[in-house]
């Protein structure tokens, strides 16, 4: 399985905020505008959008060029024009850890746009990170579990930044 940035898994992710987007902008023309409604939609939309469109860009910039293929026993790291540049067997893994909103659990709805976001670090025996998010794959999670022989931890958090991470 070949995973990699696409529009239909970047739409994905930021369905929250498109839906939220719309359903603002349909009540301010309900409401015709009016100047305290404006603020008041526009606070509330910077508030919840800046943060998601960060994490939309900060994904991109580490998956954009990259594909990862999942196979039986090994994973591959190509370029986008796929060229092999790194092959994983499961066995030179040594850790993964999901960072993951609670509300995504069990088919949960999200509260915020931001909680749409999220990715997994894998380190390799050598030290190495392969960072796998959702605009490659809309459920990083059923990815993970076919890598077999290698258990992962969960980190439950409301903003999952790979940059801004404070919990590797």
């Known amino acids: 399985m070949e995973l990699r940035v696409s529009l239909a898994n970047q739409l994905k992710a930021l369905s929250f905020?498109?839906?939220?987007?719309?359903l603002m902008l349909a009540t301010l023309i309900v409401l015709d505008f009016?100047?305290?409604?404006?603020?008041?939609?526009g606070s509330i939309w910077f508030v919840l959008a800046l943060p998601?469109?960060?994490?939309?860009?900060?994904?991109?910039?580490?998956n954009t060029n990259t594909v990862l293929e999942v196979g039986n026993n090994q994973l591959l790291?190509?370029?986008?024009?796929?060229?092999v540049n790194k092959?994983?067997?499961?066995?030179?893994l040594r850790k993964i850890v999901l960072f993951k909103s609670a509300s995504l659990d069990r088919g949960g709805f999200p509260m915020t746009p931001i909680?749409?976001?999220?990715?997994a670090r894998?380190?390799?025996?050598?030290?190495?990170?392969?960072?796998i998010t959702c605009l490659m794959t809309?459920?990083?999670?059923?990815?993970?579990?076919?890598?077999?022989?290698?258990s992962y931890e969960r980190k439950k958090q409301l903003f999952s930044s790979i940059n801004f991470s404070t919990n590797r």
Do not use: C, N, W
Request: net charge negative; proline share 2%.
């Open 17 to 22: 905020l498109i839906f939220g987007t719309l």
């Open 52 to 62: 998601s469109l960060y994490l939309h860009v900060e994904y991109l910039l580490i």
């Open 115 to 119: 909680e749409m976001y999220h990715y």
């Open 138 to 150: 809309p459920d990083v999670e059923e990815i993970l579990k076919k890598i077999k022989r290698i």
């Open 34 to 41: 009016q100047t305290a409604m404006l603020i008041s939609f």
């Open 122 to 131: 894998i380190t390799t025996a050598t030290g190495e990170e392969i960072i």
């Open 77 to 83: 790291l190509k370029t986008a024009s796929g060229a």
């Open 87 to 92: 092959i994983y067997s499961f066995d030179e």
